[in-house]
């Protein structure tokens, strides 16, 4: 299984920041995702990452808001940008393993915006 | 449409009781595959089975066992003798690999709260 590390684990933002999360892999991974958790709510996918090619973003998330980057087999990042108050959410990167079904989840990053 | 339905927004059991969370799904794909994750408090989540369209056979791992029925479109999961430590949000979620998408439909969750 993949172990997979997540940066920062939480964090409190002012409103109008960003804030940049870095997800990190053990192995090589062809597919990470990213998932928004809001308070008292199921996960729901931003966007798809694989690398060397552009995130495909989920419909009601756009690149401008929540920029991604997969430079690598092992590492991805998303930035919650101009946050808002409703962007206080629990952030989860998951990849897909060598078997197609396959997830595993990071720990997840924890944010809150005031 | 949801593709995975939790009915069950919250439930509350005492110690030792036995609970069953409900999980119904929808897909068209011949090949899916579907899991159970539990999220304590602490907010991570913990990966607790899967099981792919094909293998309908039901599968126990301690006190924790689980019921595939294709028939019903439903993956129901039962706790046996529940413990205080079993208290957490616990989703349901599908994958449909068919698609070329490899990324998960959760459910919305149902909350479990067992009471010493």
């Known amino acids: 299984s993949a172990v997979i590390s997540q940066k920062p684990s939480r964090d409190i933002c002012q409103r109008g920041t960003s804030l940049t999360i870095q997800c990190q892999v053990d192995?090589?991974?062809?597919?990470m995702f990213w998932y928004r958790q809001q308070p008292g709510q199921s996960l729901t996918l931003i966007a798809t990452?694989?690398?060397?090619?552009?995130?495909?973003?989920e419909s009601g998330f756009v690149i401008d808001k929540f920029p991604i980057s997969r430079p690598n087999l092992t590492f991805s990042t998303l930035t919650v940008s101009n946050m808002s108050p409703e962007d206080s959410s629990i952030y989860l990167c998951?990849?897909?393993?060598?078997?197609?079904?396959?997830?595993?989840f990071g720990p997840g990053t924890r944010l809150t915006v005031t | 449409a949801q593709k995975v339905t939790q009915a069950q927004t919250e439930i509350s059991v005492v110690e030792k009781e036995d609970v069953t969370l409900d999980c119904v799904y929808e897909?068209?794909?011949?090949?899916?595959?579907l899991f159970w994750y539990k999220q304590p408090p602490s907010g991570e989540l913990v990966f607790l089975i899967r099981?792919?369209?094909?293998?309908?056979q039901n599968e126990i791992s301690g006190r924790y066992s689980w019921n595939f029925q294709k028939s019903t479109s439903s993956f129901n999961f039962t706790i046996t003798a529940s413990q205080v430590v079993d208290s957490a949000v616990y989703f349901c979620?599908?994958?449909?690999?068919?698609?070329?998408?490899?990324?998960?439909?959760f459910g919305t969750g149902t909350r479990l709260t067992v009471i010493p």
């Open positions: 979620a599908l994958s449909e690999p068919g698609t070329g998408a490899n990324n998960l439909f």
């Open positions: 192995s090589q991974v062809t597919m």
């Open positions: 099981r792919n369209s094909f293998d309908e």
């Open positions: 897909t068209r794909d011949t090949t899916y595959y």
């Open positions: 990452a694989n690398q060397g090619s552009e995130a495909t973003y």
């Open positions: 998951s990849v897909s393993g060598t078997a197609i079904y396959e997830q595993y």
